[in-house]
């Protein structure tokens, strides 16, 4: 409707001045079609009034002006207000379109259409614990069956755990013994979860109860007497909360008010004199361990670190040092214990990945056997285990995945051949108590299809029971075709592309085009949680509908090894966004699209991408979305994660370091009156990893700067943290919610089944 107003203001401007001379036409017609075309968008764009407050910070003698800082403390009743009205405008603007009902009401037949998805977790000596997930389920519900019996019971329901309050599942942990688990219950995505104890033989939650929990670090000890935990002792939505982390032992059947303190602050420092500061300590074993080990780092697998262990009997005496295991210098990513050794991940050499053995009573990780060299093409992804075996998994650009199975006992490789016809999958093991894990299989162009595999037997089993096929079920999905192509960067290196279409689709420029991309902490894009992954019921209705999905894998994700990583990192994090403009401008040139009709999409940190990519080419692009976008970290003090982030984004307090920092900060380098894409923003208030201040500042400055019309959106969940959590009645009104940001970018790409009413 806006387009026809703007139309016919058009022709009565036409019209009078058709009755001055020819001359002064050239000079007023511009002019006054200007002037319409701002008072459309002004009337169009009613942005909740935002005030601008003078400060500044200085950072190395460069001065930035800062004049939506207010919006920083989201305590005040007046930050709370403004993010309820810029929400409630969104709505308005939102629940207008067109279309959506008909693409949900699709996604519910199938929903109604498939079978029960079920997700092992664990396995004891006689049960299997599982997930399930159907048409009328919201909640986390763990269910157990017996060994031979497919009844299923259910252990609980996460939203039925305390009444009038809705929680999610953080974490499960089994006891070594199988007589008990921890279950950390998290309240409103804060990520600072409550841990119960069930009684599994009694069939009841025991009275240990610990609130506010760091739950990144649960981990039993070997007698199953008691447990590690994090736990956080300050405010934890401070800049640089994670400094109050310490670790504690609880003992069974005792008041958490007695738990003993076996890290903190001080202790770290004993262990490590010149500990960054950016380090927490990490506690772990493999519940069988006679050793317990300790890894101060920040959680990431590249950060490297060294490492400590002391015996399990030793962990409770603080006389007891902590003996080195290996040192940052190994470059270790990853390490699995058997009785005999450690197999490792290690990316000394080149970058690439490459697994390695050393002894376990006189271990040598600097000299230790190499049993798969680095490989630049096939990316080591991960080492797992089983009872029996290690798993090497590999992938090619995230896809097209292979996996190695070495026998713990003899370190020789033994032929799995049941799954040697697919090419695209997953692993996901049920503990070292069992050889029998859940194989997955996933595809670009079908929903995931889920199998028990028994490792030692060579058996895929396909029962009724445990085998889920959700492609049968989804509409023409032959129709849907994926292509991996590699894209020369400005630079000239390839970025590996992956694109998804009707086979139909003709290339001649006029498809809405969705591109996605991530490029941070290692982590391959195609693994992420998004709209079009490997297992989205999503794919199938958009691409029927013309739309063309593409994945890039540009530098600072994992898809080319480690060297990848560290390519769009720190300082050489412009790389991630130079690559992807560079897969946009492809996709433009080959005629996929254009760009009225491409859009951008990505999230957390995948939001420094998408943030400098519109403020660097703003005109590749008709509208973007950022989920929980990281996209203002030249204010990373006042950030609580901060710390935890220094070895991907770099230390504040190092010059060569904070370059990089202000050149990923998005917010500060949007520019007065330029025309910037439509935007939609997301944010959870209660994210704990990226605080909402983030998406709502950079909201408000393009709100004031941008000229081009378009709107920029900025959606709060109230009750949502970084990934989300609300109260809705059903998965399609769950799904209402989450695809908003996707609606946006069809109707802003001019998609005609997506237009206001």
């Not at 401070?238 to 032992?249: I, Q, S, T």
């Not at 490590?272 to 380090?279: G, P, Q, T």
């Not at 060299?373 to 990316?379: A, K, L, M, N, T």
Request: proline share 4%; charged share 25%; glycine share 6%.
């Amino acid at each position: 409707m806006h387009q026809l107003r703007i139309f016919e203001s058009y022709l009565l401007c036409y019209w009078t001045l058709s009755k001055i001379q020819k001359s002064m036409t050239r000079i007023i017609l511009p002019s006054l079609l200007f002037l319409v075309i701002c008072v459309s968008s002004k009337a169009q764009n009613n942005y909740p009034a935002t005030k601008t407050v003078d400060s500044t910070d200085t950072y190395f003698g460069v001065t930035y002006k800062d004049p939506y800082r207010w919006l920083e403390n989201l305590k005040d009743s007046t930050v709370i207000k403004w993010f309820k009205a810029q929400k409630e405008f969104s709505d308005s603007r939102m629940d207008i379109l067109d279309g959506v009902d008909s693409l949900l009401g699709q996604l519910q037949r199938i929903y109604e259409t498939k079978r029960w998805h079920r997700e092992a977790n664990y396995k004891t000596a006689t049960r299997y614990y599982y997930f399930k997930d159907g048409i009328d389920q919201l909640s986390d519900q763990l269910f157990y069956k017996t060994i031979n019996d497919t009844t299923e019971h259910l252990v609980f329901d996460t939203w039925k755990i305390h009444s009038n309050m809705r929680y999610t599942l953080w974490a499960l942990e089994f006891s070594p013994d199988d007589k008990y688990f921890i279950a950390a219950f998290d309240k409103n995505g804060e990520e600072y979860p409550f841990l119960q104890v069930y009684d599994i033989a009694n069939k009841k939650w025991l009275k240990d109860s610990i609130p506010h929990c760091n739950a990144w670090t649960i981990n039993w000890t070997a007698d199953s007497k008691g447990f590690i935990y994090g736990y956080n002792t300050g405010d934890r939505t401070a800049p640089n909360a994670r400094e109050n982390d310490v670790l504690k032992y609880h003992t069974l059947f005792t008041s958490n008010t007695t738990d003993k303190t076996i890290m903190d602050e001080r202790i770290r420092n004993i262990i490590e004199k010149k500990i960054s500061n950016a380090y927490y300590a990490w506690v772990y074993s493999n519940n069988s361990s006679k050793r317990i080990y300790c890894k101060p780092n920040s959680g990431f697998e590249f950060d490297y670190c060294n490492v400590y262990y002391k015996n399990n009997t030793e962990l409770l005496t603080p006389t007891k040092q902590w003996k080195i295991l290996y040192s940052k210098k190994d470059s270790i990513t990853d390490i699995k214990e058997t009785p005999n050794g450690y197999y490792f991940v290690s990316t000394k050499g080149k970058g690439f990945k490459s697994l390695r053995y050393t002894n376990y009573n006189n271990p040598d990780f600097a000299n230790a056997k190499i049993i798969f060299p680095e490989d630049s093409i096939w990316h080591l992804e991960n080492i797992d285990e089983t009872k029996s075996y290690i798993l090497v998994n590999y992938s090619k650009y995230g896809f097209i995945n292979k996996t190695i199975f070495i026998d713990k006992k003899t370190g020789k490789e033994i032929n799995v051949s049941a799954i040697k016809d697919f090419d695209r999958y997953s692993i996901s093991t049920m503990g070292i108590k069992t050889d029998e894990c859940i194989f997955i299989r996933k595809s670009l162009n079908k929903p995931k299809s889920n199998f028990l595999l028994n490792i030692a037997n060579n058996k895929l089993i396909n029962d009724d029971f445990w085998a889920y096929h959700s492609q049968k079920i989804i509409e023409n999905s032959d129709d849907v075709v994926s292509e991996l192509i590699e894209v020369p960067s400005y630079d000239g290196t390839l970025v590996p592309m992956s694109i998804m279409r009707n086979k139909n689709t003709k290339l001649d420029g006029n498809n809405v085009c969705i591109l996605y991309g991530y490029g941070a902490y290692g982590t391959m894009a195609v693994a992420r949680d998004n709209f079009f992954n490997e297992y989205n019921v999503i794919n199938q209705p958009l691409v029927q509908r013309g739309i063309v999905l593409v994945h890039a894998y540009v530098r600072g994700g994992g898809e080319k090894g480690e060297a990848w990583h560290q390519a769009g990192m720190k300082e050489n994090k412009p790389n991630s966004w130079k690559d992807f403009i560079a897969c946009a401008e492809y996709l433009i040139k080959n005629k996929y699209t254009q760009p009225s009709k491409l859009s951008c999409f990505g999230g957390s940190a995948g939001g420094v991408l998408i943030g400098r990519t519109i403020t660097e080419r703003p005109d590749l692009f008709a509208a973007a979305t950022i989920q929980a976008g990281t996209v203002n970290l030249i204010r990373s003090k006042a950030w609580p994660n901060l710390i935890s982030n220094y070895p991907e984004f770099g230390n504040p307090e190092i010059e060569s370091e904070m370059k990089g920092v202000i050149e990923m900060d998005a917010v500060i380098h949007v520019k007065p009156n330029t025309k910037y894409p439509a935007v939609y923003f997301t944010t959870g208030f209660n994210d704990a990893r990226v605080p909402s201040w983030m998406p709502g500042k950079m909201a408000a400055t393009l709100q004031a700067n941008s000229t081009s019309g378009k709107p920029i959106l900025l959606y709060t969940n109230f009750e949502g943290g970084h990934v989300g959590n609300g109260n809705e009645a059903s998965p399609i009104e769950r799904d209402r919610k989450e695809l908003q940001m996707l609606f946006f970018l069809l109707w802003q790409c001019g998609h005609k089944d997506f237009q206001p009413k």
